[in-house]
């Protein structure tokens, strides 16, 4: 099959356009978010029975991420881009609709599947951009999704503010997202198969170094988990905070994960990701202690800010490092987005449970020791020789060669 060459103008669009694609994948994510206390009392559903239909969210994403690699190859990334990303958008509305605890638990499974499935497809896009600029900019990607997140829970918080219904926030959420989605992956770079490329398998387990790299992954996943689900509660009940100075700190959280992921890609490109992950993780840890003796609430949220710092960028890293590890990039990818989804899925349930067991302070002690492997184990993200940027000759596959044309 010929050659398909790409300049750099051509490659900075289609860095924009995967960039938007995160950002309305985040949005989905932020809007879903707001209203679950909607979906709770829709569905009648008690505390306990409401998380077991969240967990299988997840369950739905690790079961479903390893087809992505074999769908791009059938339709190409650009059509397969836009197929998952309408599929994710158009999910939005089921959650809203389940009458009960069973329905819930397929409506979350389905919205999984898809969640995870766009997931893999953008970021090994995102990769194939990195290989061609040649500089890192998953960091950045990551913080566009974390911005689309922060703006579906602002539209959300405006709705349930509002009183208005969930499936109408919904539909209407659905239908926005799912225009812009269509739109912004029609303009994302086409890597195509060559014709005697075999096609990857439905479902394999992970290379090695995939699960070397999602070892990193988990524990930033983890602390992040715990962070997010946990640090509203560590100052209500630990430090008898009240409940808006509470609130106000998971908030925090996610404002500082979503900054230094926007400003990470000058950092990694300066000063490489091993080192950058190895700082963040000592930043982390320092985080993780001021949380576990805060004595006052403004120690806690001085914590909780570091440890957003530290591992704002290490999981765009994992992915980026996933994409440059080996022939099969979706794979890859897929392999470290299981092991980071499953990180997500247990890291509220066993903070709760040891704190159930403990207290909250043991509990983020866990997290604070999960922090420290990052900077030990950072060395598997050392990336390969990916080239440099300027303009190039990309196959149809996305094998890069020097362009002939001066």
């Excluded at 074999?70 to 397969?80: P, Y």
């Excluded at 197929?83 to 158009?90: C, D, E, K, M, P």
């Excluded at 922060?150 to 009183?163: Q, R």
């Excluded at 196959?395 to 060669?401: D, L, Q, W």
Aim: glycine share 12%; hydrophobic share 50%; with cysteine.
């Amino acid at each position: 099959m010929s050659d398909v060459g790409y300049d750099q103008q051509e490659v900075r669009r289609a860095r924009y356009a995967v960039a938007a694609v995160f950002a309305v994948h985040g949005a989905v994510t932020g809007s879903f978010a707001t209203r679950v206390p909607w979906i709770q009392d829709h569905a009648s559903l008690s505390a306990g029975q409401l998380g077991f239909a969240l967990a299988f969210g997840a369950l739905g994403a690790s079961c479903a991420m390893p087809l992505a690699g074999r769908i791009s190859h059938r339709f190409g990334s650009r059509t397969a881009l836009r197929g998952l990303i309408t599929l994710w958008t158009l999910s939005l509305v089921l959650p809203g609709l389940a009458p009960n605890v069973y329905t819930l638990c397929l409506a979350m499974f389905a919205y999984g599947a898809s969640a995870g499935m766009a997931d893999v497809a953008m970021n090994a896009l995102g990769v194939e951009v990195e290989r061609l600029l040649g500089r890192s900019i998953m960091s950045g990607l990551h913080g566009l999704w974390s911005a689309g997140a922060l703006v579906g829970s602002a539209a959300g918080t405006l709705a349930a503010h509002l009183g208005s219904d969930a499936r109408v926030h919904f539909a209407l959420a659905a239908a926005t997202l799912t225009g812009l989605g269509i739109l912004f992956a029609g303009q994302v770079l086409d890597v195509q198969p060559e014709d005697d490329e075999e096609p990857p398998p439905r479902f394999t387990l992970p290379p090695r170094s995939a699960l070397l790299i999602g070892a990193v992954g988990f524990c930033a996943v983890f602390a992040e988990g715990a962070s997010l689900d946990w640090s509203a509660v560590f100052l209500r009940d630990r430090l008898d905070s009240s409940a808006g100075l509470a609130a106000a700190s998971t908030t925090g959280f996610m404002l500082t994960m979503a900054v230094a992921r926007i400003a990470g890609d000058a950092v990694v490109n300066r000063f490489g990701a091993v080192r950058t992950v190895r700082a963040g993780g000592v930043l982390a840890v320092l985080g993780g202690l001021l949380i576990v003796v805060a004595g006052h609430p403004a120690v806690a949220m001085a914590g909780f800010a570091m440890m957003g710092l530290g591992i704002a960028v290490v999981v765009p890293l994992c992915f980026a490092a996933a994409g440059h590890s080996g022939p099969n990039p979706s794979q890859a990818i897929a392999g470290v987005a299981t092991i980071t989804y499953t990180s997500g899925l247990i890291a509220p349930s066993l903070i709760g449970g040891v704190a159930q067991a403990t207290s909250l302070m043991v509990s983020f002690c866990l997290v604070t020791l999960l922090a420290a492997g990052l900077a030990v184990f950072a060395g598997v993200l050392r990336p390969g020789d990916r080239g440099g940027a300027g303009k190039v000759e990309v196959s149809r596959r996305g094998a890069a060669v020097p362009d002939p044309r001066p």
